[in-house]
């Protein structure tokens, strides 16, 4: 589970250890992809 500043949860079904230095990307509030600190990856959720 991936915890903001405020104590809530962006995405409650995904593993912190998903993201491995890696950026949650949104969409209007939504979680959309999961992307490298400069674009070498990019995996769609």
Same mark, same amino acid.
């Given at each position: $589970?991936?915890? !903001?500043?405020?104590?809530?949860?962006?995405?409650? %079904? $995904?593993? %912190?250890?998903? &993201?491995?230095?890696?950026?949650? &990307?949104l969409h209007n509030g939504t979680p959309v992809a999961i992307a @490298?600190?400069? @674009? !070498?990856? &990019? %995996?769609? &959720?």
């Amino acid at each position: $589970m991936i915890i !903001q500043a405020d104590g809530s949860s962006v995405v409650p %079904e $995904m593993d %912190e250890s998903r &993201l491995r230095g890696r950026f949650l &990307l949104l969409h209007n509030g939504t979680p959309v992809a999961i992307a @490298g600190p400069h @674009g !070498q990856s &990019l %995996e769609w &959720l």
